[in-house]
C-alpha cells in the first residue's frame, strides 16, 4: 500500500468547508489541506496557517501541486466547476447532489473517465450513526423480511433561511435537493433501486419560494419506502422507522457530529461521533421464537471514514467511497420525484 500525500483544495470555505471537510482533511495524516477558493476573505488561512487562498477558480485549477479538489459550494455551480476542474486534470469531491440532471452526471462521468480522474460524491450521511445502526439490524436479520420503512429529515424553520441558494428558485434549489438527496442515498444504500415511486412534493410556508415539503414512497417488490420531510415540523417524529414480517426498530434521527464540528471539536479519539445512551433505539421483534422487546447501542458514526476511503482510492487506485454513479440515481430519482408531483402520478423507474 503506497503512502503519500493528498494535496486538497476546496472551493469554498463557508459553513460547509469549515464544518464538513476542513476539520477531516486536517486530521487525516495522508492529506494537506493544500489551499481555498475565497474571493475576498482568507478565513481558511487564519484557521489553518499556511493553507493558500486563491481569489478566482483559475488560480486554484493553474496550481500543479493541488491533486483533489472539493466542489463544496451551491448546487447550480457543480457542473460548471465539477467540468473545470476534471479538465485542469484533478479528481474531485462534489458535495451531495452531485449534479442537478442526469444528464450533467452523465457528462461529469463520461469526461472523469477520459480524463483518467476520479470521481466521489460527498453523501456523508451513510457515515452517521443512527444510519450505520439501522443498516447493522437489517443486515443481522432480526426484523425479518422487509413490510415497510419511514425516514424521516424535518426541521422547523419558519421563515426562509439566509442562504439564498437554498431558499430561492433556481437549478438543485429547495429541500428535496438539499435534505431529499440525504434520504434518497440513505435508501437506495439498504434496499437498492425501486421499481417505481409516486411523490408529493410541495411549498407549505406561506413565505417560501422554494419546495420545503415532500413525501415520496418507492415501491420495492414486496414491501415500501417512505421518504418525509417538512420544514415545520417542531416535534419531530422518529428519523428511522422499519417494519418487518418479525418486528420493528424505531430510530431517533440523532448523529452528534455535526454538533461536535460546529462546536469546533477535533474529530478522531474513542468518544468521537458517539451518542448519548438516551438516543438509542427500540428493537421490539421475535428471535429464536421469543418475543424481546430492547433498546439497542447504536454504533459511532464518522465521517473520517469516508476520507479514509477516498484517500485509498486515489494513492491506491481503489474504488472511490461513493462513486459518481450512486451520486446519478440520487439525481434519477429527485428528477423522477419532481415529474410524479407534477403529474400527480406514479412512475415507473
Known sequence: MESRIVNTALCSFGMSGRVFHAPFLQAHPGFHLYG?????KSLAAEKYPGTKTYRTLQ????????ELVVVNTPNYTHFDYAQQILLAGKHIIVEKPFT???????????L???????????????YDSDFRTIKKVLQEGSLGSMVEAEFHFDRYREAPGPKQHKELPGPGAGALYDLGAHLIDQALQLFGMPQSLFADIAIMRPQSQVDDYFDIILYYPSFRVRLKCSYLVREALPGYILHGSK???????????ETMLQAGQIPGGADWGKEPD???????????????KAYIPSLQGNYGDYYEAVYGAIVNDGPMPVTAGEGKQVVHIIETAFRSSKERRVIDL
Open 278 to 292: 438516551t438516543e438509542r433505539g427500540l428493537l421490539h421483534t421475535e428471535i429464536n421464537g421469543e418475543i424481546t
Open 100 to 110: 442537478n440532471t442526469v444528464a450533467e452526471a452523465d457528462e461529469l462521468i463520461a
Open 112 to 126: 472523469a473517465a477520459k480524463q483518467q480522474r476520479k470521481i466521489s460524491v460527498y453523501h456523508n450521511r451513510r
Open 59 to 66: 488560480d486554484l485549477l493553474s496550481d500543479d501541486a493541488i
Open 247 to 257: 418486528g420493528s426498530f424505531i430510530k431517533p434521527k440523532t448523529d452528534v457530529q
Open 36 to 40: 481555498a477558493w475565497e474571493r475576498t
